[in-house]
């Protein structure tokens, strides 16, 4: 029996434990005089998020309890039985009975995976309690009566984020698993995870930068964004890649990718075996990559308007010197799709149909139903963001990288607070999470406009209802062919969102449904065998119908784009070398633009 275990094999005394907590006391000391030092020393700011804000929020759901009492008195009697069958459980369990769980958690709910929380029924009674508790708590606000869906949505997503925090499982004395470590380790595990809050702290400048990744494990240009290409064209927006063929032989059309510039676009060129871009080259195309510049003040009046114009028309000229092409197959993924079909209207009023055709990854173009960003978008916090922008003329990366981490807290946030700060474990080489920590800046103008004219008044899908390069912007005007790609679980843009797309445009659109979300249901590989994907071929103009009809396919829907691209993608010719026609080579790839504003390790 060793001095952490009794006979039975319960946790005991440990006097590592006890001679560590001097330790512990010390690294908390230096936590909190780091923390205090720092004026700024903070959570990271949320985009639009003002506390004072949603207390006229909470007021109204308190309005509508008061003004609906019977149905707060039966919410509480719900409650009460709950926990009442709760504790009748546990005296069952006492004497050797198995009732059934009053409450299990919810599907792909990682947080109480470790077998104490079942058969230990002390701890087992504190999760049924938190997920009784919380069910009451978000129900109650979900079947409240006479608030509109706006504030009901933010009132939700406000209150998972507090249910969420208030999890046993972010606690030492709550969480078997980290006792059991705490135990083992005599206390070692809570010494290095304040260790790792100091050096998340002094990687935030202040503010808790919470580490998802191993940073060292990765290098952009070495085995992230590694597929061998060369820059042929920038200007104050992009640089444009022109990645080297891998086949002898190439489809006669180019393919543009314009990615988000939310973040950057190597999303498109993780590794090998998950990289789009290196199997869309296996696939015989000659690919060109928009890699959007990490803005800073210099680029803060840059409008909606010069990314469209120094985006991709600008880049449409480039791959035309670059391969004598006129025409050229385009990807948008996310705002990058968005910005697509504003570019795609502009071009149809201009006649200009150098765009052969048009694939959306994931992207709206009608925000009626945006998904849970939509939580930070209304007049007051767009008015509190313009002013937090204008203080530097552009959004801070790490805001928007709280925004979206917020929208999976659990998975993103807590998850990472469990490992790294109260067991005390570094956190897993993950080539994903490393590019979703390196976010990017937003300018000024872009992204008010962005947020004001499309996401929160939805201009984009009236007739002229935008306005870009003197262009009233008509989506009816776009008679492209389009393969339009959504995912299945997609909480950024969700597929109901997405699909709104298709009655917008007037050219033969193919909708697509992808297991998976916003990122796995874009990047999913034939190789790796994950997920299905869902057509259906008569492309219905309602989603129910379009439902009812879809054919459900195992794995990647890659190939499915490959043979409906393939048909629009001309002959085969020679493969073309980045510089070799009318275009000077200026660096390999990644480039520069991608690698500005690294997050530190």
């Not at 698993?177 to 995870?193: A, D, K, Q, S």
Request: glycine share 6%; with cysteine.
């Amino acid at each position: 029996m060793t001095s952490r275990e009794n006979g039975s094999g319960q946790m005991g005394y440990s006097p590592e434990l006890a001679e560590n907590l001097g330790e512990i006391a010390m690294e908390y000391q230096k936590l909190l005089t780091q923390f205090l030092k720092k004026p700024q020393a903070s959570a990271p700011d949320v985009p639009g998020l003002d506390p004072s804000k949603m207390a006229d929020a909470w007021v109204e759901l308190a309005s509508s309890w008061m003004h609906n009492p019977s149905k707060v008195i039966e919410a509480q009697l719900e409650l009460w039985r709950d926990l009442m069958v709760l504790w009748q459980n546990m005296a069952l369990r006492a004497i050797g009975q198995e009732p059934p769980p009053v409450v299990s958690p919810a599907p792909g709910d990682r947080r109480f995976a470790g077998e104490d929380w079942t058969k230990n029924q002390i701890f087992d009674f504190i999760k049924q309690s938190y997920l009784v508790t919380s069910r009451w708590f978000t129900n109650s606000i979900r079947d409240a009566e006479g608030l509109d869906e706006r504030t009901r949505k933010k009132l939700e997503f406000f209150s998972k984020q507090f249910v969420d925090a208030m999890s046993p499982t972010n606690f030492v004395l709550t969480n078997p698993e980290v006792l059991h470590e705490t135990f083992e380790t005599g206390g070692e595990n809570l010494i290095r995870g304040l260790k790792n809050v100091l050096k998340d702290l002094d990687r935030g400048n202040g503010q808790l930068a919470i580490s998802m990744t191993d940073f060292d494990a990765f290098e952009v240009g070495r085995n992230v964004a590694a597929t061998p290409g060369k820059v042929v064209f920038q200007n104050d927006v992009i640089q444009l890649i022109q990645y080297t063929p891998t086949t002898d032989t190439v489809f006669k059309t180019p393919l543009m990718i314009m990615p988000p510039w939310i973040n950057k676009f190597y999303i498109l060129d993780l590794q090998p075996k998950n990289s789009f871009i290196r199997w869309a080259l296996s696939e015989g195309h000659t690919v060109f990559v928009l890699s959007w510049v990490n803005p800073d003040e210099h680029q803060a009046m840059k409008t909606f308007e010069d990314y469209m114009f120094e985006g991709p028309l600008a880049a449409l000229d480039a791959i035309e010197k670059a391969t004598g092409e006129r025409k050229v197959n385009a990807i948008g993924y996310c705002i990058g799709g968005t910005l697509l079909a504003c570019t795609l209207a502009y071009m149809a009023a201009k006649e200009d149909d150098r765009i052969n055709s048009a694939t959306f990854f994931t992207a709206q173009v009608d925000f009626t139903e945006a998904g849970d960003l939509s939580v930070f978008i209304d007049d007051d916090q767009l008015e509190q963001l313009d002013k937090q922008m204008a203080e530097k003329g552009y959004l801070d990366a790490s805001s928007m990288a709280t925004t979206f981490n917020m929208l999976r807290s659990n998975d993103l946030i807590w998850s990472f607070v469990v490992n790294n700060y109260l067991m005390g474990k570094d956190p897993m080489p993950f080539d994903l999470l490393y590019w979703n920590s390196d976010s990017t800046r937003m300018p000024q103008a872009l992204h008010s406009y962005y947020l004001h004219r499309m996401y929160h008044e939805n201009r984009l899908v009236t007739p002229g209802g935008i306005v870009l390069g003197g262009v009233p912007i008509d989506l009816t005007k776009i008679k492209t062919p389009i393969y339009m790609q959504a995912g299945k679980e997609d909480h950024i843009a969700p597929y109901k969102s997405v699909f709104k797309g298709v009655n917008h445009f007037s050219g033969p659109t193919k909708f697509m449904l992808a297991g998976s979300g916003h990122i796995a249901g874009v990047i999913n590989p034939p190789a790796a065998n994950k997920y299905n994907y869902w057509i259906n071929d008569k492309n219905p103009k309602t989603l129910e119908k379009w439902m009812e009809g879809a054919v459900e396919h195992p794995g990647s829907w890659w190939p499915d784009w490959q043979a409906w691209i393939g048909k629009k993608s001309g002959k085969k010719v020679p493969a073309r070398v980045p510089g070799d026609r009318g275009l000077t080579i200026i660096e390999d790839a990644p480039g520069s633009y991608v690698t500005s504003s690294r997050p530190a390790a």
